[in-house]
């Protein structure tokens, strides 16, 4: 199975700033990435898919990035409702596997 | 629009078998992928199991010899059936559909807990 390694575990931040969120996978998985938010109690969202493919009414503030093992999750400009949890899907391969998640406070 | 309704009991015994339905609408499942994923209780994600558009399915190997994954098409639904469940398969399952690449809908989860 491909392990996906994310980065980091949580994350304080500012409003206005801008973070990067990493995923780095076992093997190559060819862009086969996507990013999620989840908020509590809700479903997760899907923000980018193909690795940096903005998924329709998502903001332009969030971008991803990366090829091979290495993917990254960028969020510009961070507004107030983009606190929450983020995860990385790959779906290069079966089982498809997740990254861990990255909780995303807003100080 | 696309929806995707999961439905079943909120409390299982353990050794017993939990048994979903995922009901969906505003896309046939001829056309697209339907894969169940589920996250225990203040944790990650784990993908379970997935119907092909064309009746085949696919199983996370670390829940392969518990779970099976099967479809009614005339009723828009999807099944999980997952035998000796245990206590640390309490969390929220979670109904998804693919969209060719990545999960797009996600259904609202029904939470599923193991307990006597």
């Known amino acids: 199975d491909i392990q996906m390694t994310q980065s980091p575990a949580s994350l304080s931040a500012s409003l206005g700033e801008t973070v990067s969120i990493e995923c780095l996978a076992s093997?190559?998985?060819?862009?086969?990435l996507a990013w999620y938010q989840q908020k509590p109690g809700k479903s997760p969202q899907l923000l980018i898919y193909?690795?940096?493919s903005l998924q329709d009414g998502v903001p332009s503030r969030f971008s991803g990035s990366g090829s091979g093992t290495q993917y990254s999750l960028k969020i510009n400009s961070l507004e107030s409702e983009d606190a929450a949890t983020y995860f990385c899907?790959?779906?290069?391969?079966?089982?498809?596997?997740f990254g861990g998640g990255t909780k995303l406070e807003l100080k | 629009q696309v929806q995707l309704k999961e439905s079943g009991p909120g409390l299982v015994q353990p050794s017993q078998t939990l048994s979903l339905t995922c009901t969906v609408s505003?896309?046939?499942?001829?056309?697209?992928?339907v894969h169940w994923v589920r996250q225990p209780p203040g944790k990650g994600l784990e993908w379970m199991g997935r119907?092909?558009?064309?009746?085949?399915?696919s199983y996370n190997s670390a829940l392969k010899s518990r779970l099976s994954i099967s479809r009614d098409t005339s009723k828009n639904q999807v099944f999980l059936k997952m035998n000796s469940l245990q206590t640390d398969d309490t969390g929220t399952y979670y109904c998804?559909?693919?969209?060719?690449?990545?999960?797009?809908?996600w259904g609202q989860g029904v939470m599923v807990t193991v307990s006597s």
């Open positions: 998804t559909r693919d969209r060719g690449a990545a999960i797009d809908y």
């Open positions: 505003g896309f046939s499942l001829t056309s697209y992928n």
């Open positions: 119907m092909r558009y064309n009746g085949d399915t």
């Open positions: 093997e190559d998985i060819y862009n086969n």
């Open positions: 193909y690795a940096s």
């Open positions: 899907l790959q779906d290069s391969e079966y089982p498809w596997t």
